[in-house]
């Protein structure tokens, strides 16, 4: 991960936890403040966000770096997301046997 989207990666997680405090947010029924706890970084282009929450519960989200937009985005992952990324492992595989001899046309 490069200085600047570390850089980035911590304003973004802050904006997030300042974002999911306002009193007025939508759901924000138990009026939680958040503030980051710690950030771990999982690749050059993503990321895991712990935040605490004054309630003494913690939240996670995940952020994923979009480079074309040079800006993080973020989801607060639930179980059903969990289930479903193991099979992305898989579906990446199929896709990159799939494509690699592509690079070999017989035009090249």
Not at 25 to 41: G, K, L
Not at 74 to 93: A, C, G, Q, R, S
Request: glycine share 2%; aromatic share 12%.
């Amino acid at each position: 991960m490069t200085a600047q989207t570390a850089k980035l990666l911590k304003a973004k997680a802050e904006e997030i936890a300042s974002m999911y405090s306002r009193p007025e947010r939508a759901n924000n029924f138990a009026n939680e403040t958040f503030e980051v706890n710690m950030i771990i970084p999982l690749s050059a282009c993503s990321a895991v966000v712990v935040f605490l929450k004054n309630t003494g519960k913690k939240g996670m989200a995940h952020l994923i770096f979009i480079q074309a937009q040079k800006k993080w985005i973020y989801y607060f992952p639930k179980t059903e997301h969990f289930i479903n990324l193991d099979k992305l492992v898989d579906i990446y595989t199929d896709v990159e046997e799939h494509n690699f001899p592509l690079n070999f046309k017989q035009n090249d």
